[in-house]
């Protein structure tokens, strides 16, 4: 007998799949990612400098805090006295300053975005211990970061920082690229080098607080934000999600360029010298540390570091405009060769209505239309199965104790009416990676960030305040089940009634853009879903009318 009420079965199987991959990825990401706590108490350890790098293969190694660099507190305690004279540059875009304290970046504001609150989003502020700040660790003195150095400006964009300390001579010009949001770090040490073995120049970030950032997928959904480490390295790329509890540790020789950062705003650091550093994520004190290890290969002679600091937005034009490997820090997943024709779609729409949340509708309309003949097919191969149920269910009644002849006559069955069994599981399966390529397009895409779009939704990156999408998606999706034709029995039916209320729960924690895309696909799929149901189903086949 026909069930009106439900999806076809072999519709539950994709959902069950899909839900199954789903949610036992969440699993791993929660176990690898564990929702963050009170940072533990750091203790000081000690590894080997690291040994010349050129011609050495790429590897991953595990990291542990250096005696010689460690004690960040007795760092700042030393330059704590040390009257601050900062130097500051202005524009449009972003305020940077530059600290006498250690030669740093002390504070860096983008002035073109806000956070949550309406304040311009601060990357890095004067009570930390700051950017491109330059130290080195061998048989000298360790604290030779904590030095005072002076500052003379050099042009309106850039400035040189000097310092000395027994026999050891400091030089660094900063110049600013504002239209990049870069600064180029060129820095020479010499004097006394002898006992250096290596130079570290390192960006740092306050952990993750508590309920700020999680593998979950809920959680890193709802709003709340991420801490990410980046490595390219070799010919590989490594990327690292980071909480309090389960601080990364890692380093990786020959990186060409790293990153921190969060899901929409990133410090990167590009090496542009000769000598080819070890990239290293570090966790000391409350801090999150990325570090460019650079080997002192002739200790004899002067050191040069050249090094490239971009601190703003992953906006894609802008990262690949700095270097056209930089994109890659936007996280578009294993199907980004999708992601990317999809996004840029979405931005063509945007220039036509200005608005993203209409640009997202009309993405998704077009991606329907596209997969259109994906979805025809199946619902053809439901139908045409759904056709032939009476004749399968007498089969399986005459050998019901023989499941080899069973299956035999089954398939001349689905043979002689031309009905293939993974047909209604095949076509919704190869649409699978678009939706998901979308998703990701929609969930880190810097273009919905405190994007409106009516009314209410005025941040299609945070999730519906009201919950008034999720509720119309769940509505839309009952309409939609009420509409499929299926073959399922009543039980069956039953407990398929409760997939729309599962999916508006978790759509209510999901950025507004990712609920209104796949409501409007659902709209869409009903309009498609009514065009098809009308369509005549034709008489049954020959071969079936023979058998029954």
């Keep these: 007998m026909e069930s009106k009420s439900g999806f076809d079965s072999r519709t539950i199987l994709v959902i069950i799949v899909c839900m199954g991959i789903w949610l036992g990825w969440q699993q791993y990401l929660e176990k690898k990612y564990p929702e963050p706590v009170a940072p533990p108490v750091e203790k000081s350890t000690t590894v080997t400098d ?50 006498n304290k250690g030669g740093r970046v002390s504070e860096i504001s983008l002035k073109k975005y806000t956070d949550r609150d309406g304040k311009p989003i601060v990357l890095v502020s004067s009570k930390e211990p700051g950017y ?40 660094k010009t900063l110049k600013i690229v504002p239209e990049d949001y870069i600064i180029k770090d060129q820095t020479t ?48 790329t490594n990327r690292h999600l980071t909480t309090a509890k389960d601080p990364i540790g890692k380093t990786y020789d020959q990186t060409h360029f790293a990153s921190l950062g969060s899901r929409y705003f990133t410090t990167l650091l590009f090496n542009r010298g000769n000598v080819v550093p070890t990239g290293e994520a570090a966790h000391r004190e409350s801090y999150s540390f990325l570090e460019m290890n650079y080997p002192v290969l002739d200790q004899n002679s002067p050191i040069s570091l050249n090094v490239e600091l971009y601190a703003g937005p992953k906006v894609l034009n802008q990262l690949k405009r700095v270097d056209e490997q930089a994109a890659q ?10 992601a990317l024709p999809l996004l840029e779609v979405m931005k063509y729409f ?13 993405l998704t309309i077009l991606v329907r239309a596209i997969t259109f003949p994906f979805t025809y097919m199946s619902f053809k191969s439901m139908r045409a199965m759904q056709k032939i149920q009476p004749e399968l269910k007498r089969l399986k009644e005459i050998y019901k104790d023989n499941t080899q002849q069973l299956n035999q006559e089954t398939m001349k069955l689905m043979r002689d009416n031309k009905v293939n069994p993974a047909g209604g599981c095949l076509p919704l399966l190869l649409q699978l990676p678009v939706f998901w390529a979308l998703y990701q397009v929609l969930q880190n895409s810097i273009e919905l ?3 409106p779009f009516i009314l209410w939704i005025q941040d299609l990156s945070m999730k519906d305040p009201y919950y008034i999408l ?45 609920t209104l895309y796949i409501f409007v696909s659902t709209i869409f799929g009903v309009i498609q879903q009514v065009y098809m149901v009308r369509e005549p189903a034709g008489g049954a086949s020959p071969a079936l009318v023979r058998r029954t």
């Design 189 to 236: 040490i010499d004097g006394k080098t002898s006992g250096i073995q290596n130079v570290v120049v390192q960006v740092s970030q306050p952990e993750p607080k508590e309920g700020q950032s999680s593998g979950s997928f809920l959680n890193r959904g709802a709003g709340g934000d991420i801490q990410e480490y980046f490595f390219n390295h070799g010919t590989k």
């Design 329 to 338: 820090v936007v996280d578009f997943g294993f199907f980004s060769w999708i």
């Design 350 to 362: 945007y220039k036509i209505f200005n608005n993203y949340g209409v640009a997202i509708i009309a």
């Design 50 to 99: 690291a040994a010349p790098l050129t011609g050495k293969p790429t590897k991953e190694r595990s990291f542990t805090q250096p005696a010689a660099h460690a004690a960040i507190s007795e760092e700042s305690e030393n330059l704590s006295n040390i009257p601050e004279t900062p130097w500051t540059y202005e524009d449009s875009n972003w305020k940077v300053t530059i600290s």
């Design 132 to 171: 491109l700040l330059t130290s080195v660790r061998g048989s000298i003195d360790p604290k030779l970061s904590a030095l005072n150095y002076t500052i003379k400006e050099l042009a309106k964009d850039t400035v040189q920082l000097r310092a000395t300390r027994d026999g050891v001579n400091i030089t």
């Design 470 to 514: 999720p509720v119309l998606m769940g509505l839309s999706m009952l309409i939609q089940q009420k509409i499929t034709p299926n073959t399922m029995d009543p039980a069956q039916a039953k407990v398929m009634m409760f997939m729309p209320l599962f999916f508006a729960f978790l759509m209510m924690s999901l950025p507004a853009g990712l």
């Design 449 to 451: 960030y405190h994007s």
